[in-house]
C-alpha cells in the first residue's frame, strides 16, 4: 500500500528518518543531484529548509583551490526549492526565476549549511534570501531567488 504524504509532511518524516519504503510524495526526494553531490536536508519548517553538504578542495575545488562557486550555488539552489516545495500542492510545481550570490569568504574544507527561508511570499512569486554558513558559524555567501509556483496545466510534466 502507498502511502501519498504531503510535501511538508514527507520532508519532515525523511529529516526525522522516519519513513518506510511506500511513502512518497508529488515531490522527489531525495534529489538525484543532492545523491549525486551528498547534500543532506538537515532541517525542515513551513517556507524553510537547512541543506548541508561536507565540502572538500578534493572533489570540489575550483582552479584556485578552493570549494567552486558553483556548488555554493547549487547548495543554495538545494535549500530554496526544498525550502519552497514545503508549499506545494496537488497540481501545483515551482521554477526558480532567478538567483543572484555574494561570496563572502573562501572555504577549502567546511560542513556548510545553507539556510533559506521566504522573504515575501506572493500567489505566484516567492523572493528567498539563503545564508550559507562554514563551520564557525561564519558567513560564505548570501543568496537572493525569486520562484515562481506553477498551477495545474502549466504545472504539468515538470
Not at 40 to 45: G, K, L, Y
Amino acid at each position: 500500500m502507498n502511502n501519498e504524504y504531503p510535501v511538508f509532511e514527507y520532508l519532515r518524516k525523511y529529516v526525522e528518518n522516519k519513513l518506510d519504503e511506500n511513502d512518497s510524495s508529488l515531490m522527489l526526494y531525495p534529489t538525484a543531484i543532492s545523491q549525486t553531490l551528498k547534500m543532506e536536508i538537515e532541517n525542515i519548517a513551513l517556507g524553510e529548509a537547512i541543506v548541508k553538504i561536507d565540502a572538500n578542495v578534493k572533489l570540489h575545488g575550483n582552479q584556485q583551490g578552493t570549494i567552486h562557486g558553483g556548488l555554493l550555488c547549487e547548495l543554495s539552489d538545494a535549500a530554496i526549492g526544498t525550502a519552497h516545495s514545503t508549499f506545494m500542492k496537488q497540481n501545483e510545481s515551482f521554477t526558480s526565476v532567478d538567483l543572484k550570490i555574494n561570496f563572502y569568504r573562501p572555504t577549502w574544507k567546511s560542513i556548510l549549511k545553507a539556510h533559506a527561508k521566504p522573504i515575501q511570499r506572493g500567489k505566484t512569486l516567492t523572493h528567498y534570501e539563503c545564508i550559507i554558513y562554514n563551520e564557525e558559524n561564519k558567513k560564505v555567501a548570501y543568496i537572493t531567488s525569486t520562484v515562481m509556483t506553477l498551477k495545474d496545466d502549466k504545472a504539468k510534466g515538470r
